[in-house]
Nanobody, 125 residues
Framework: QVQLVESGGGSVQAGVSLRLSCAASGRTFGDYAMAWFRQAPGKEREFVASVNWSGGSTAYGDFVKGRFTIARDNARNVAYLYLNSLQPEDTAVYYC??????????????????WGQGTQVTVSS
């Protein structure tokens, strides 16, 4: 199966943007739907966004409200999450996930079977 490694997190001030990357290796990247989840301290893991194999279909968590964008580059075996207008409540560990099945309603962590180790995003006011 595919292996995933996230990068791009950090400590930033409110209002700035970040780009998270998820580099995939192993199996054919284009066979997998990709997703991002996040988990804040003391909270459950939360769906952020997903994208299908081609990048032509995406889904977002209700809280995103246009601030975040998911994308993928199958030639580079990388998925991205663009985080704009970051707020302190966006502080969390952000995880990349993959699965062979895509559906816009698949937003549970149990819908994805391969995970990266996570990258920390900390936003201060």
């Amino acid at each position: 199966q595919v292996q995933l490694v996230e990068s791009g997190g950090g400590s930033v001030q409110a209002g700035v943007s970040l780009r998270l990357s998820c580099a995939a290796s192993g199996r054919t990247f284009g066979d997998y739907a990709m997703a991002w989840f996040r988990q804040a301290p003391g909270k459950e893991r939360e769906f952020v966004a997903s994208v299908n194999w081609s990048g032509g279909s995406t889904a977002y968590g209700d809280f995103v409200k246009g601030r975040f964008t998911i994308a993928r580059d199958n030639a580079r075996n990388v998925a991205y999450l663009y985080l704009n207008s970051l707020q302190p409540e966006d502080t969390a560990v952000y995880y990349c996930a993959a699965d062979r099945i895509y559906g816009s309603s698949r937003k549970r962590s149990t819908d994805f079977h391969t995970w990266g180790q996570g990258t920390q995003v900390t936003v201060s006011s």
